[in-house]
Antibody, heavy 121, light 107 residues
């Protein structure tokens, strides 16, 4: 069973860049049937999609974050990454990476366990 | 953006109850509607995709219906492990959006 694992700093200072990596294990990131996404959840709030990348590199981002976000893929390492610049306290959240399944109406069918990122000085 | 509105925001129910949660989209999304279950401290888990297709391994007491703008998630007989938060998500067009969640609590 394919697994996803997020990694990165749990504390980021305001105005700096949040950087997270998702490692895909027991499966390949290079499949046209799937895509890869980042979703976040502020404390006590609902889920919010950040963006998605296909293994060939095509990306889609939430419009209000587009100027600050970049998602990239490294097929040689079976990883994809999130960078979010100029962070503020509003970016404090649990960040999840997930696999999207084109054969299941683009639902996110496998999720990482999530990693808490706090923005604070 | 397509807005997803769930109702109720929370509900109290007993083991064995039939529970229905509603999700409404601000515009038609066909059947590009997915349901997730999330327990405290855990990642979301896909329950239903394409409005009515049961994800592999999910108990058959869970079912989904609807198309266009109005959707429902039904749990036919609530079990102790079903007390959780349920969220809908539209994957019809980007930006993909989630409902605010419905918390199912023990009565």
């Amino acid at each position: 069973q394919l697994q996803l694992q997020e990694s990165g700093p749990g504390l980021v200072k305001p105005s700096e860049t949040l950087s997270l990596t998702c490692t895909v294990s027991d499966g390949s990131i290079s499949s046209s049937s799937y895509f890869w996404g980042w979703i976040r959840q502020p404390p006590g709030k609902g889920l919010a999609w950040i963006g998605t990348i296909y293994y060939r590199g095509t990306t889609y981002y939430y419009p209000s974050l587009k100027s600050r976000v970049a998602i990239s893929v490294d097929t040689s390492k079976n990883q994809f990454s999130l960078m979010l610049s100029s962070v503020t306290a509003a970016d404090t959240a649990v960040y999840y990476c997930a696999r999207g399944n084109s054969g299941k109406r683009d639902a996110f069918d496998i999720w990482g366990q999530g990693t808490m990122v706090t923005v604070s000085s | 953006d397509i807005q997803m509105t769930q109702s109720p925001s929370s509900l109290s129910a007993s083991v064995g109850d039939r529970v229905t949660i509603t999700c409404r989209a601000s515009q038609s999304i066909g059947n590009y509607l997915n349901w997730y279950q999330q327990k405290p401290g855990q990642a979301p888990k896909l329950l239903i995709y394409g409005a009515s297709s049961l994800q592999s391994g999910v108990p058959s007491r869970f079912s989904g219906s609807g198309s266009g703008t109005d959707f429902t998630l039904t749990v036919s007989s609530l079990q102790p492990e079903d007390f959780a938060t349920y969220s809908c998500q539209q994957s019809s067009s980007t930006p993909w959006t989630f409902g605010q969640g419905t918390k199912v609590e023990i009565k």
